[in-house]
């Protein structure tokens, strides 16, 4: 999911926190001691109680536990592993100083992927309870069926307006443009050439908004593309080809059922809703003021559950 819930980072503050007031059943018990003076595990967790890290860890603690509880079943090591061996590859010899930058160690980062993993699940079989016929007609409505395409990527505004100009001369040849010029090693190689509908993870979505808009053999103007991580690039789009869109959503089904899915799944809101919904099954109370507006989002902050909460528990 682009939008997926994210646990966030836990910080070295953080973990102490939640060590030391979870180890000891005695708030009066001492956890620094020094000439004269003592600090006790009370004092402490009233000092740090409000800082936001803290606040976090308890919130992510909350989440995991609950979910755990309920689809811990349904989430595998295997698929932590894979995840954490994904993320290991992709920072390389980084990925040991990324992690101690978020305050994480290894092992508090597979945890961090199994909470995502077990909200991931809930999510997607939340979303599922949305596939209705008015959800796939919606769907159907905004679809657009597979088209044929030609990209040119470039990293230069001035270098793509340059080959936009070359694009449109008369005889041009795009497909040679491309493999000149493209910076997407997927296509440039075969002219830039690209297949793709609006269900299309793999394209940008203002690549493929100016792609379903031009006519066959229309060549758009530059598109701007910012990625997540800030880097900009510019592509220049030819259509080949456009498929006739059928007047059954019933046969694109797999596809809709799809866009509907992870539509939901990148949905804050909806995520939101999802992780409300378990919080209040698990007749979540909230006993300590400092985290009540933490709580907020997902249950009543007056130490009680929801009336759905409570209901549901009552059955």
């Known amino acids: ?38 600090i006790t595990v009370s004092e402490f967790y009233e000092k740090v109680k409000t800082n936001a890290s803290a606040q976090q860890v308890l919130l992510n603690l909350t989440i995991k536990e609950v979910f755990e509880k309920e689809y811990g079943k349904k989430v595998s090591d295997k698929e932590v592993s894979e995840a954490f061996d994904k993320s290991a590859k992709t920072y390389g010899d980084n990925f040991a100083r990324v992690l101690a930058q978020a305050g ?21 079989k939340a979303a599922e309870k949305e596939l209705t016929d008015e959800a796939y007609k919606t769907a159907y409505d905004n679809y657009t069926p597979e088209v044929t395409a030609q990209i040119i990527k470039l990293d230069s505004e001035d270098k793509a307006k340059e080959v936009l100009e070359k694009a449109r001369a008369e005889g041009a040849d795009f497909a040679q443009l ?24 793999n394209v940008p979505d203002a690549v493929k908004k100016a792609t379903f808009g031009l006519e066959v053999n229309g060549i758009s103007d530059v598109v701007t593309v910012r990625s997540a991580q800030g880097a900009t690039s510019y592509y220049i789009v030819k259509l080949v080809a456009k498929s006739e ?6 046969d694109y089904k797999e596809k809709l059922k799809q866009a509907i899915l992870t539509e939901k799944q990148n949905n ?16 979540i109370k909230v006993k300590d003021a400092a985290f009540q507006n933490l709580f907020s989002q997902y249950i009543h902050t007056d130490g009680s559950s929801t009336s759905e909460s409570s209901s549901s528990k009552s059955k």
Do not use: H, P
């Open 1 to 38: 999911m682009k939008k997926k819930i994210i646990i966030g980072a836990v910080t070295l503050l953080s973990v102490a926190v939640l060590a030391a007031c979870g180890k000891s059943t005695n708030g009066n018990t001492d956890i620094i001691t020094m000439k004269g003076d003592t």
């Open 104 to 124: 994480m160690t290894e092992e508090t980062y597979r945890e961090q992927i199994r909470t995502n993993k077990l909200v991931e699940y809930a999510v997607k």
């Open 178 to 201: 491309a493999k000149e010029n493209s910076t997407d090693n997927d296509t440039k190689e075969k002219g830039g050439e690209i297949k793709f509908d609006s269900t299309a993870t």
């Open 245 to 250: 869109k059928s007047s059954k959503w019933q």
């Open 268 to 283: 804050t809101s909806f995520i939101q809703s999802v992780v409300a919904k378990e919080l209040q099954a698990a007749n």
